[in-house]
């Protein structure tokens, strides 16, 4: 049992991950060993529902200066927030001098949208290398992490912010009080705070058990949201199910009294209460279908291995970390895995230690099969990879379940 970190309810277990890595940190060759573990068991609170980690990793082994993930890597998020940026230029940045601030801005594919429409902006992310991008690309930004000491430095020196927007960020702080905290503090009367982030409806649906890693200290619902924002002083006054990332939310919450709740709100709540999202039950049966999945997984990639095919993984990303070390798969069963991120070329994935070639190598020559561990991006990958199935190679994918493609 654990306190809940937003209401100070019980948080029930419901799944055990084991000994964990830190999810991004894809170190060099000469490194391993230097890793840093911590045990990564997840459960949800009993009264506000939040599904939540036990165990905070600090944030400064999660998000250095080098951090690796680099936003602008998929097409279709870069058009995904293009969107997004233009609708709130048409709605919400509409005033005489309106002040635009991103929480978690990374490499400023949000940001440099606003920027170009001459709105006056900050974003905000400790992550410098992947900021400087950004900044290269005339963005102002903020090197440091989003707390209530930052916004109201920046109210102190830019004035309120009629928008505040994060997207896969504000479910990774596990000190969020202090986020809504600065909320309150940095935000214009009337102003709205948004985030985005992967959805606990659609991870539970569809079994997406790999979104669960250090960096997602919570995996918010509508419900768990909904309390947050109520016990920070919030209403959370809109929600948008979201197609990215294998199912996200958009939760838009404002200042309590200052916007009317749309009927979304309520929608949703009521799904969830048909999906069962507050139920013990629906967590252990969830639970059993990981267990499956890493069964399936681990013994079709060992007979694939004994028959003596070829086995590539695709997509070194951060969720794999989870999946390749609870499944105890390496570089033995998946000899390198490629990906289009630079800073993570040359390196080895964390814990299971697998190499990170460049996408070329993945045509050099093809393998027999292909591990998706970039399953979110599978549309955008298997169109710019199709000579690969044209040649006859075949995708692996572990969720819903363990199928080939
Ligand atoms: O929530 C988070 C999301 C936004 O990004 C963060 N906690 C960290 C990170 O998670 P992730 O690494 O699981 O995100 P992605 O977007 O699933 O990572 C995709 C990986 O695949 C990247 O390293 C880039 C690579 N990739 C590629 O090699 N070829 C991606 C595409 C689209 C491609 O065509
Ligand atoms: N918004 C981008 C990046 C998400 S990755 C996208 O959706 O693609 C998560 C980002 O949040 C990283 O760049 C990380 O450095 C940043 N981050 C983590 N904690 C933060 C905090 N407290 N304040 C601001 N950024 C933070
Ligand atoms: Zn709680």
Redesign the pocket.
């Known amino acids: 049992m654990s306190k809940c970190r937003i209401c100070g309810g019980e948080v029930r277990e419901f799944f055990d991950f084991g000994r964990q890595p830190i999810s991004d940190a894809f170190i060099r060759p000469s490194a391993i060993g230097t890793e840093h573990f911590y045990r990564l068991v997840v459960g949800f609170c009993t009264s506000c529902t939040m599904v939540q980690q036990f165990e905070e990793v600090s944030?400064d082994r999660?998000?250095p200066t080098d951090?690796p993930?680099r936003?602008s890597g998929s097409a279709v998020?870069r058009e995904h927030?293009e969107q997004i940026a233009e609708r709130y230029l048409k709605t919400e940045l509409t005033g005489p001098d309106p002040f635009y601030v991103?929480?978690?801005?990374?490499d400023g594919?949000?940001l440099g949208v606003i920027q170009a429409a001459g709105v006056r902006h900050m974003g905000?992310?400790?992550?410098e290398e992947?900021t400087a991008v950004a900044a290269a690309g005339g963005s102002r930004v903020h090197v440091?992490?989003?707390?209530e000491s930052?916004a109201v430095g920046i109210r102190a020196s830019e004035g309120p912010a009629q928008l505040i927007f994060?997207?896969?960020?504000i479910s990774?702080?596990a000190y969020i009080d202090s986020?809504f905290a600065g909320a309150g503090a940095l935000l214009d009367e009337g102003g709205i705070f948004v985030f985005e982030d992967r959805y606990l409806g659609d991870i539970v649906e569809h079994t997406y058990f790999d979104q669960i890693y250090d960096?997602h200290f919570y995996l918010f619902s509508v419900r768990s949201v909904q309390a947050m924002a109520q016990r920070f002083g919030f209403d959370l006054v809109d929600v948008e199910h979201l197609p990215v990332h294998g199912g996200a939310m958009r939760y838009t919450t404002a200042r309590a009294g200052e916007r009317t709740p749309t009927p979304a709100v309520t929608e949703w709540l009521a799904k969830e209460r048909e999906q069962g999202l507050a139920d013990e039950a629906t967590y252990k049966d969830f639970g059993a279908r990981i267990e499956a999945n890493c069964d399936n997984l681990k013994s079709l990639l060992v007979r694939l291995e004994a028959e003596g095919h070829t086995v590539a993984g695709y997509g070194a990303t951060s969720k794999s970390a989870t999946v390749t070390n609870y499944c105890g798969i390496g570089p033995e069963l998946i000899p390198f895995v490629c990906d289009s991120t630079a800073e993570k070329q040359g390196r080895v994935t964390p814990g299971s230690r697998i190499p990170i070639r460049p996408p070329a190598a993945f045509s050099d020559p093809y393998p027999d099969y292909a591990v998706l561990f970039a399953w979110n991006h599978a549309e955008e990958i298997m169109a710019k990879e199709r000579e690969f199935r044209a040649a006859g190679g075949k995708w692996i994918l572990y969720v819903p379940d363990v199928h080939i493609v």
Do not use: K, L, Q, W
């Open positions: 944030r999660m998000f951090y993930y936003s998020m927030f991103e929480v978690g801005c990374n594919i949000m905000v992310d400790p992550a992947a440091g992490f989003f707390e930052t994060s997207a896969n960020t990774h702080i986020v960096e």
